[in-house]
């Protein structure tokens, strides 16, 4: 979540008191923009606009409290804060009804202002960035079963647009719940093929059944079999068979399926006929196969037909800025399976989310999602980063931590890291001024 680009918008009509408070914004590197009066600043509002208002409550003209009226109709969700006199704090308690975030007693601390604007930008930045996202689901850019932004999700786009339309077999490497069989429908639906994608657990399937189950069985071939019946395989013809954690498939059987990979057909249980099967082999591990075939556990000649290409995932631990539309993206989905309408999360909780290490991937980030809609998520979330640290202070380390992985993902050019960020080369130069003397927390 990028909050540097959200900008504090200052109203007050008191020359001297406006470049003052100007002045210790800019100090504290919050950007700042003035304004002596309030129409003056809804003329200059842009739709959705990346700010927060701090604005005096007794103005000629527009008053705050106008004010404040104005942009709630125009927005919201958008932070408005006030500056008061004593004699106007009953008015500005009724403000804060009205939906203004926040009010300040002239004269003030400035630290306890500087604190509350933080805040007020931190939820700014939430809010745009929720919209962005939704946005972009709604318009269902990009892969709609691989969602996701950061390099390794992109190459990953690029890699099976590459390779979906043709009949290689294909090795998905990744941890549990990555979305492995994302991949596999993915290459499915990019492929052509008008037949179905059948999907397999190797581990789930029993042994003494997974033979039948696979390759079909003909009338008499074991007792209970009355009629012919269709394998795995053979209903994946013309289509795609997904292996999933094939690493469980016995030996006794990888070499049938070798066979079956070699002459793109099979025989039936207890049959002497072969069937022809146009099938396009998709398989998925979470271990090293190679490993796998030198110890003896894996048929070596079975991986190499099968590694003819190799799709590696990553973890969610590896995509973290992928964590938010990811979330948003499963709370839609859940709210639209439950009937439930919830709000948006909010900012200490996409922190949260951003800090964990995600054992479970993508399958546990949904899980979580689903848990938010149920409204039974726990409270607080295991294995924060730095619970001794502020809110601003957390996003600002995890923002350091982004900027210093893009620098090295795009080989130190700033404009192409910049551009992966998602934030103008000037603001990346002014952050890198800032953290590249810490060193990299990664």
Not at 15 to 31: E, F, G, K, W, Y
Not at 416 to 442: M, Q, V, W
Request: hydrophobic residues 40%; neutral net charge; charged residues 25%.
């Amino acid at each position: 979540m990028n909050n540097t680009a959200i900008e504090v918008w200052l109203v007050e009509d008191d020359d001297d008191v406006r470049q003052t408070l100007l002045q210790t914004l800019q100090l504290s590197d919050l950007p700042a923009r003035g304004f002596a009066r309030a129409e003056q600043a809804l003329q200059a509002l842009p739709p959705e606009a990346p700010v927060v208002v701090l604005s005096d409550v007794r103005m000629p003209g527009m008053d705050g409290i106008a004010l404040l009226q104005q942009l709630q109709r125009r927005d919201a969700e958008l932070p408005v804060l006030l500056l008061t006199g004593h004699g106007d704090i009953p008015m500005a308690v009724a403000a804060m009804h009205q939906g203004a975030q926040d009010f300040f007693e002239k004269p003030f601390e400035p630290e306890h202002l500087l604190h509350s604007l933080r805040r007020a930008i931190d939820k700014r930045a939430l809010v745009l960035e929720n919209r962005r996202l939704r946005r972009q689901l709604a318009e269902g850019r990009g892969q709609p079963l691989l969602l996701g932004q950061t390099p390794q999700i992109e190459q990953l786009r690029r890699q099976i647009d590459n390779i979906a339309d043709t009949s290689a077999s294909v090795l998905i490497l990744g941890e549990t719940g990555t979305g492995k069989e994302m991949v596999a429908r993915s290459l499915h639906q990019g492929s052509g093929r008008k037949g179905n994608l059948v999907a397999v657990n190797c581990t789930a399937l029993p042994e003494s059944i997974f033979e039948s189950e696979m390759f079909g069985a003909e009338p008499g071939a074991y007792t209970g079999v009355n009629k012919r019946r269709i394998g795995k395989i053979e209903h994946a013809d013309g289509g795609t068979l997904f292996l999933d954690e094939i690493e469980g498939m016995p030996l006794a059987l990888q070499a049938k399926m070798l066979r079956v990979l070699q002459e793109s057909a099979l025989e039936r249980l207890g049959g002497n006929k072969l069937v022809k099967v146009d099938a396009r082999i998709v398989a998925a591990t979470k271990i090293d196969l190679q490993r796998a075939s030198d110890a003896g556990l894996f048929r070596a000649d079975l991986y190499f037909r099968l590694n003819v290409v190799t799709l590696a995932l990553p973890p969610l631990r590896e995509r973290r800025t992928d964590i938010p539309l990811l979330f948003l993206h499963f709370i839609e989905q859940a709210k639209e399976r439950y009937q439930r309408d919830v709000p948006p999360p909010d900012a200490a909780l996409i922190q949260q989310l951003l800090n964990r290490d995600w054992p479970g991937n993508v399958r546990e980030l949904r899980h979580h999602a689903e848990q938010y809609v149920l409204g039974v998520l726990p409270s607080a979330l295991s294995a924060p980063s730095a619970p001794d640290l502020t809110l601003p202070q957390q996003l600002s380390r995890l923002e350091q931590q982004l900027i210093l992985t893009a620098m090295k993902q795009a080989e130190d050019n700033v404009a192409l890291a910049a551009e992966r960020l998602g934030i103008p080369r000037k603001t990346l130069y002014d952050k890198l001024a800032r953290y590249r003397h810490i060193k990299d927390p990664s």
